[in-house]
């Protein structure tokens, strides 16, 4: 089969290598879609990733798909089943999944290799986190579970309250999901995770970033004001300027850019949440007033990756047709333009693309 295989810093070749045959538990999709996706984006751009993956790997990690082959003792799937998978599993086992926070299993399952002709899944994620993409459901949209399914995670982590003015830093495919679902929960009525269930509204979202159009497509999701930074002279001026004098109830970080972090934790009333969500590269750091994080009583919170929980959340959301996803995928495309996708992507020129390797 044709896949893209992942050898350092921006140094992706499509190669032929052996079709993929299922062991025992593990199931083989034939891909459909693979969306791209900004951590893909990153990990081209830094040529690896701290825990998903070391280079030469198959790569991508967002996919939907259809199972062409089983593993024995696999139950409950069928040859011709419309998937889509998680990129992870948690073990289960261990003491973090024991107080069921998965995302910081020690032993996570990761998968890659979504930029293929077929993707084998492995066992642990056949059992937690293969999902069945309804009949109405278009392959992109379901693609994008994963992503979404770690905005569902991050928002939850967020201790948003009642009435509280969001600020989204980044206009990335993730900072414009954390603005349309927040913007969701408002409309509905709900938006903070209780028991299981989101129910105090949200208040306003403001999103910044750099992109024109982009920023646009965050006011089509629901953002109440959005800025270009490039024509701003001070963020977190304008930030206290929109909220009183006072800074943003909720910040969420999505660039994963170490000077970012600390603008969002600029950008903080006395007793804010900030959601430092977007990764940054390897051994990077920040600087941090001890007296603004103590007198002011901010709570910091480093947000990772997704639950099998959410990735359920997300699949039922992205079905529910509710929020015009779509709106982000700018492109679809063969997997022969791959290495193209990736520098428009790196130029800001296209969102999210939908890789087609079987078209």
């Not at 701290?50 to 967002?62: D, I, S, Y």
């Not at 011709?80 to 948690?90: E, I, K, L, Q, Y």
């Not at 603005?179 to 129910?199: D, H, S, T």
Request: hydrophobic fraction near 40%; charged fraction near 20%.
């Amino acid at each position: 089969m044709l896949a893209a295989v992942l050898y350092g810093q921006e140094d992706l070749r499509l190669e032929t290598v052996a079709d993929p045959s299922p062991a025992a538990g593990e199931v083989v999709i034939r891909v459909a879609t693979a969306t791209t996706c900004g951590t893909d984006l990153k990990v081209w751009r830094r040529g690896g990733h701290a825990k998903m993956l070391r280079p030469p790997t198959l790569f991508g990690h967002e996919a939907a798909g259809q199972i062409v082959a089983i593993g024995e003792g696999v139950k409950g799937w069928e040859v011709g089943d419309r998937v889509v998978a998680n990129n992870s599993a948690p073990c289960m086992k261990c003491f973090f999944c024991q107080h069921q926070e998965y995302s910081l299993c020690p032993n996570l399952t990761w998968n890659n290799g979504t930029f293929a002709e077929y993707l084998k899944i492995p066992a642990p994620i056949v059992e937690h986190n293969l999902l069945p993409i309804p009949d109405d459901l278009p392959d992109a949209l379901a693609s994008m579970t994963e992503p979404l399914a770690c905005v569902l995670h991050g928002i939850a982590r967020s201790n948003v309250k009642q009435g509280d003015r969001i600020l989204v830093i980044g206009d990335g495919a993730i900072g414009l999901m954390f603005v349309a679902v927040l913007a969701q929960l408002k409309e509905e009525g709900r938006g903070k995770e209780e028991n299981g269930n989101f129910v105090f509204p949200s208040g306003e979202v403001f999103l910044f970033g750099g992109n024109d159009n982009r920023l646009e497509i965050g006011k089509k999701l629901g953002a109440a004001n959005v800025f270009n930074y490039h024509q701003i002279t001070d963020i977190t001026t304008t930030v206290k300027e929109l909220t009183d004098g006072w800074g943003a109830d909720t910040v969420i970080e999505c660039t994963g850019v170490p000077s970012v972090w600390e603008t969002a934790i600029a950008c903080a009333r006395p007793g804010a949440t900030v959601n430092l969500f977007g990764g940054c590269p390897k051994d990077t750091a920040i600087a941090l007033s001890t007296e603004q994080l103590h007198y002011s009583e901010l709570t910091l919170k480093g947000v990772f990756h997704n639950t099998p929980k959410y990735v359920q959340e997300a699949l039922s959301l992205l079905a529910t047709r509710r929020i015009p996803f779509e709106l982000l995928v700018s492109d679809r495309r063969p997997l022969k333009d791959l290495e193209q996708v990736f520098q428009d992507m790196r130029d800001r020129q296209v969102i999210k693309v939908a890789i087609e390797p079987n078209c």
